[in-house]
C-alpha cells in the first residue's frame, strides 16, 4: 500500500489482491470520519437521553408486531 499527500489530499494505492469488501469498510470509514469532522461534540449524556427517548418510541410502535398482541 502506498499513501501520498498531494495537493491538500491523500492517495492511497492498493494492491488488486486485497479483498474488496475489506476496501469498501474502509472507504465507508473513511466517509464517516469525513462526515463526522466537523460535527459538534455532544455530552454524553444528552446521547444517553436521545437514545433512550429513540428506544422507548420504538419500542412503543413495535411491542405489538413483536409480541403478537
Known amino acids: 500500500m ?4 498531494k495537493n491538500k489530499e491523500f ?3 492498493i494492491p488488486e ?3 474488496t469488501e475489506e ?4 472507504v465507508d470509514y473513511i ?7 466537523k460535527a459538534k461534540k455532544v455530552n454524553q ?3 444517553d437521553q436521545l437514545t433512550e ?8 410502535e413495535n411491542r405489538a408486531r ?3 398482541d
Not at 23 to 26: H, L, N, P, S
Open 66 to 68: 413483536l409480541l403478537n
Open 11 to 13: 492517495i492511497i494505492r
Open 31 to 37: 466517509r464517516y470520519k469525513e462526515l463526522t469532522s
Open 45 to 47: 449524556s444528552v446521547v
Open 53 to 60: 427517548e429513540i428506544n422507548t418510541t420504538w419500542w412503543a
Open 2 to 5: 502506498i499513501i501520498e499527500k
Open 23 to 26: 476496501i469498501q469498510d474502509f
Open 17 to 19: 489482491t486485497v479483498d
